[in-house]
């Protein structure tokens, strides 16, 4: 199958990926509602209610969690000799089963995540008003669902759906076990390098750094997490740092995508 991308064959390969998601990952969504009922209903037994935030929280949280299961419980057969063969004969491009392995495993499985998660919300809510500090949908949600946070989310994912190609078994533990090597080897030359320069040199930059934050810094209440981070993005040290964020992040997720689109049209069977 060549790469030309034809909008008919990728609905059709979408359309029944799409169909067969309940089957595939419906289960890890009820057990990731389970966990959060859990988690309200303690709540409900101890002694304060749970707050919004912890909420919206928690809810991100679990939404990532699966996330980074989602690429080895709805393709981790994809890159095996024998059961990805008859993936590899799915009348599709590669890059139609690349696109279509996105809207699969971030956009249908980040809705299905939210939408069943307030769902629930909504109910414990509704159930024990009195109990609950406040409606989800009646509070701001700014600080946690913003595009940072969807970016993020992305991010984070985009390394296990590499991480789902690259390895045979266990591609959780072990895509988790190389992120947690490679962070370990950037403290340990971020170690080096102040040490290399000084540990007094560097607190020099760190005042200077803070000299030139805004003086609205010192009397801001900070209400909320929007107007610490309007504050802070006057500083041109800490735009840059943002864009740098972004800019390498931008890059690491098309490349881990790149590698997941050569691998799938690589493998061998």
Not at 75 to 99: C, D, F, I, R
Not at 134 to 155: C, I, P, R, Y
Request: net charge positive; proline share 2%.
């Amino acid at each position: 199958m060549n790469n030309v991308f034809t909008i008919k064959r990728f609905g059709a390969l979408l359309l029944k990926e799409c169909r067969e998601f309940p089957a595939n990952f419906g289960l890890t969504v009820l057990s990731m509602n389970g966990i959060y009922v859990v988690f309200l209903l303690a709540s409900l037994l101890s002694s304060s209610s749970p707050g919004v935030f912890s909420r919206l929280t928690f809810i991100v949280f679990m939404t990532v969690m699966a996330l980074v299961f989602s690429p080895s419980k709805l393709y981790g057969t994809v890159n095996h000799k024998k059961k990805g063969l008859h993936y590899a004969q799915l009348p599709a491009s590669v890059l139609e089963k690349t696109l279509s392995m996105f809207v699969v495993s971030f956009v249908c499985v980040a809705l299905s995540m939210l939408v069943s998660l307030f769902v629930v919300d909504t109910l414990f809510y509704l159930l024990f008003p009195s109990y609950t500090s406040g409606f989800l949908f009646a509070n701001s949600w700014e600080g946690v669902f913003s595009g940072k946070v969807f970016f993020d989310m992305f991010l984070i994912q985009s390394l296990f759906v590499l991480g789902n190609m690259v390895f045979k078994r266990q591609k959780v533990a072990k895509t988790f076990a190389v992120l947690m090597g490679f962070a370990l080897l950037l403290s340990i030359v971020a170690g080096l390098v102040i040490k290399s320069i000084g540990i007094e040199a560097v607190e020099r930059f760190v005042e200077i750094l803070l000299d030139n934050f805004p003086q609205e810094l010192e009397n801001s209440d900070w209400r909320g997490m929007g107007s610490l981070s309007s504050l802070l993005s006057q500083n041109s040290f800490v735009r840059a740092l943002v864009i740098g964020k972004y800019s390498i992040g931008g890059l690491v997720t098309a490349s881990c995508w790149f590698g997941t689109y050569r691998l799938i049209k690589t493998t061998k069977y």
